[in-house]
């Protein structure tokens, strides 16, 4: 990417000095960190009902959704007073990550981390597919598949660029659309709920095929079980996703962190707590129903509730559309500064804990638009597959991060601990129940994917962690290892007599080495006389090695010299000069250097051996620029 590019792209370079000035104040880091938590509010329902609806008889089913729901609001607060509790413990951030690592096992951690990074990368894929299929549900395209992607994947790269530029930046821009949605559903339910008390409400119409499809499965349908419900809890409860992510992004906000993030946190789940019960008791009254490929529940009741697809309609899509593209930003937020965390660890590459010029995390940032990319792809841009991948992850995070702050309770009894304590364990019972039922419940539909991927996360962990373990231990200098003298020999490769060849040649005799021989590659007597005849016109004062390749390979004799010299004088360094153009235009190079491409490869795998590269530059305006071959350099 050209430099002018990148600045119009992201913007100008943020010295480390402004780091204070890019924190985040309570109105942002709400619409930052929050986006996602109150985006579920637009499917949470929706996702509860698919459960009910293809299980219980119709309209039975709907009985149970009010009751459901207020037990995942009771969830909820028992799981958002455990994260205050976890960011006033852990100010620097890092929530179920840091809390397992520092409470249970290093093992539990990387479990953590690998099902948030899988659960992170899932909400950007949830989250951009809603919002698509929101939009599709006003403009009547969510059966056109192509069209779904497509959508998608333009939003990732939006919400992408957007966060290159930076949090303080994207957050600011991004606010708008949850706020918007935020007043769009506080008319919505105002609105639904003044028509309920005043006897307005009706109840919608299914469709023919839809009455049809009920009438033929009766028999089928049941009472709710047990197990039934659970299920319906369980899909209900991803509105739960999202409330870790505050905890997680502690370090982002004002001073004083702490006080700010809690009560960002608590602002969240009231907002959260109230659109997701307010939606599912108008859910009750108005008994829509899952059609999928067809126009969402919230879309329906909008419908009903406002009169027709009227201005008021089209708002509450457009913001609901917004809000799930928006909500993406929380994963955002939060996997770079993840990833950053475990990186530093030693558990994922180094390059995902440096930031950026913007201050950003921005290797962490590509690498999430990447992976959600292709789970768009692979999924076709369809929430309810990808849901039941989304949760586990989610409530993996969830009982891990409950159970450490148990251990941490127990381990230091500060002030209040048993009240602590007692809230963490009943929450830690209760998402470990819902992700037992999760992982059962929707195994053969998707569920089975993050318990296979999340092991196999913690393996590679294990093994990037172990690399780098092992290179650390290689590099390590002894106490009092000093560095001895090492006799350098200096290889220059040449082909024909060139600029390009004399310029690597005066380089190399600059360097004053201990041996310096050209080397050249023949494949007959002729080239061998051309060559030396050159040489002795130009009068260079150079040893010239001619080395004879009759099945006029490049490579072999080169390595083979190498291999020589290495064993006359073992231990010393090999230096090999590889005289390059360097041309104006970049598809010019695809018709150079090709061969000093392949050698510098090999040459770099070999001890010992320092490879250099010499380029001469070559202008389009230069009339002495004369291309012709440079020997490895062509």
């Not at 909820?76 to 249970?104: F, K, M």
């Not at 768009?376 to 309810?384: G, K, L, M, N, P």
């Not at 360094?573 to 061969?595: C, G, K, M, R, Y």
């Amino acid at each position: 990417m050209t430099s002018p590019f990148k600045r119009l792209l992201v913007g100008k370079p943020i010295a480390t000095s402004e780091e204070g000035h890019q924190r985040i104040g309570k109105p942002v880091a709400l619409a930052v960190f929050a986006s996602d938590a109150v985006s579920s509010t637009a499917y949470a329902t929706e996702e509860m009902m698919l459960v009910l609806l293809t299980a219980v008889v119709f309209p039975t089913a709907l009985n149970y959704l009010v009751p459901l729901s207020i037990a995942a609001v009771i969830l909820l607060v028992i799981v958002g007073i455990s994260y205050v509790q976890t960011i006033h413990a852990y100010p620097d951030g890092g929530g179920a990550y840091v809390v397992s690592r520092e409470n249970i096992s290093t093992t539990a951690s990387l479990v953590a981390g690998g099902s948030l990074l899988v659960d992170y990368t899932l909400t950007v894929a949830v989250s951009i597919s809603s919002g698509v299929l929101a939009i599709g549900s006003a403009f009547h395209f969510n059966d056109n598949a192509p069209v779904r992607i497509g959508l998608a994947l333009f939003f990732v790269a939006m919400m992408c660029v957007g966060n290159l530029r930076g949090l303080k930046e994207s957050g600011k821009v991004f606010a708008v659309p949850t706020y918007f949605y935020v007043a769009m559903l506080g008319i919505f339910l105002g609105v639904g709920f003044f028509k309920l008390f005043t006897g307005n409400l009706h109840e919608l119409t299914t469709g023919p095929e839809l009455a049809k499809h009920f009438e033929e499965n009766k028999d089928l349908m049941t009472s709710a079980t047990l197990f039934v419900l659970l299920r319906a809890f369980s899909s209900g409860a991803v509105v739960l996703s999202g409330v870790e992510a505050i905890s997680n992004g502690v370090p982002a906000f004002k001073k004083p962190e702490s006080r700010n993030a809690s009560q960002t946190l608590a602002m969240m789940a009231a907002i959260l707590a109230v659109g997701f019960l307010g939606i599912s008791t108008l859910a009750h009254h108005m008994k829509p129903v899952v059609d999928e490929g067809g126009q969402t529940v919230l879309a329906q009741m909008a419908n009903g509730v406002f009169g027709g697809t009227n201005i008021w309609f089209y708002g509450l899509q457009f913001a609901t559309f917004a809000i799930l593209i928006m909500a993406a930003n929380t994963a955002y937020a939060d996997f770079p500064r993840l990833s950053s965390l475990i990186a530093r660890d030693g558990y994922l590459p180094r390059q995902l804990a440096n930031r950026g010029d913007r201050l950003v995390f921005s290797n962490g940032i590509l690498a999430l638009s990447a992976m959600a990319g292709v789970l768009i792809v692979v999924f076709r841009a369809e929430v309810s597959a990808l849901i039941p991948l989304y949760a586990v992850g989610v409530f993996t995070g969830f009982s891990l991060s409950q159970f450490g702050m148990i251990k941490h309770h127990l381990k230091l009894r500060e002030d209040h601990w048993k009240r602590g304590l007692v809230i963490n364990a009943i929450g830690c019972f209760a998402t470990t129940v819902v992700l037992i039922v999760v992982v059962v419940s929707k195994f053969t539909i998707g569920a089975w994917i993050p318990v296979v991927v999340i092991p196999l996360i913690v393996l590679v962990f294990r093994r990037i962690h172990r690399h780098y373990a092992k290179i650390d231990r290689r590099m390590a200098a002894a106490p009092g290892e000093k560095m001895r003298r090492r006799q350098n020999t200096v290889i220059v490769l040449v082909g024909k007599v060139t600029k390009g060849s004399l310029t690597a040649i005066a380089y190399a005799r600059s360097l004053n080495p201990d041996r310096l021989i050209a080397v050249t590659v023949v494949a007959t007597p002729e080239e061998q006389e051309s060559i030396a005849k050159q040489w002795e016109d130009h009068q260079i004062p150079v040893d010239l090695r001619e080395l004879y390749s009759p099945y006029r390979e490049l490579s072999r004799p080169i390595m083979s010299f190498i291999d020589e010299l290495d064993a006359q004088h073992e231990g010393d360094f090999v230096t090999v000069i590889v005289p390059e153009f360097a041309l104006e235009h970049w598809w010019q190079q695809l018709l150079h250097n090709q061969s000093a491409l392949v050698l510098r490869t090999r040459l770099r795998n070999r001890p010992n051996t320092v490879v250099t590269s010499v380029p001469f530059h070559i202008s389009d305006d230069d009339p002495d620029g004369e291309l012709v071959a440079a020997g490895p350099g062509d």
